[in-house]
């Protein structure tokens, strides 16, 4: 079973910032936060991940709370190519390291 | 960087026939890939973890003699699936482990749709 929860879906205006929640209450020490999206008939695209400070890339910015228990992953500035299913999973290091994949969030970016 | 390939992208095949799926690593050396399954509107499931010149470890459930895998070298694994039926149709998705300590990241392919008649 997934160690995360999602909002099944989100609807974000074009050019506005999309703010995707996740929940992982029971995150362990060694445990890290890591984003994927998926594009509709694509593999899983890698954007962030984090253990407990903030993180930004080109791509986004990873917004993990004090306790860790959940984090938000933030694109300052959704195009309509950034409609997808975004994953959050959390994988410890050590190890067999697998992924565990729950159902997402279907982000739809309108015009 | 981190770029994964995988051939063919999609394939029609006969009931009964075997299908192999390559998954190259193409700018890192990648000692541990994975290969998943995807049915429509469901998310990803892990078939197997492929080590470099070892034995795959298979989830359960999983039929290691239909589903072979080998990984010969630090870029390449393969995944036969044989004596396909039509309930064996799905995206296959591989992807590669990269980098070590707090970089470490998995990196997927593009996937392959097969289509078993």
């Known amino acids: 079973d997934a160690k995360t929860t999602q909002p099944p879906s989100m609807d974000c205006a074009e050019g506005r910032a999309a703010n995707l929640p996740c929940n992982h209450s029971?995150?362990?020490?060694?445990?890290?936060v890591y984003w994927y999206r998926q594009i509709h008939s694509q593999g899983p695209q890698y954007i962030i991940h984090g253990l407990k400070n903030n993180e930004t890339n080109e791509m986004a910015s990873l917004i993990i709370t004090e306790d860790r228990k959940s984090s938000t992953l933030i694109l300052p500035h959704a195009t309509l190519r950034d409609t997808a299913v975004y994953y959050c999973i959390v994988i410890p290091r050590g190890g067999d390291r697998k992924l565990i994949w729950g159902l997402g969030t279907s982000l739809a970016v309108n015009p | 960087g981190a770029v994964v390939s995988q051939h063919p992208s999609w394939v029609i095949c006969k009931s009964g026939t075997s299908v192999k799926i390559e998954c190259r690593s193409l700018?890192?050396?990648?000692?541990?890939m994975f290969w998943y399954r995807q049915f429509p509107k469901q998310s990803l499931m892990l078939m197997a973890t492929?080590?470099?010149?070892?034995?795959?470890?298979?989830e359960q459930g999983v039929e290691k003699d239909k589903f072979l895998i080998n990984h010969a070298s630090l870029t390449l694994s393969t995944l036969t699936v044989t004596s396909a039926h039509p309930e064996d149709s799905s995206f296959y998705i591989c992807s590669a482990r990269a980098g070590q300590g707090i970089r470490e990241t998995q990196y997927f392919g593009p996937g392959t749709r097969l289509l078993v008649l």
């Open positions: 700018d890192f050396q990648a000692t541990t």
């Open positions: 029971t995150i362990s020490g060694n445990e890290y």
């Open positions: 492929s080590n470099e010149g070892s034995k795959a470890t298979y």
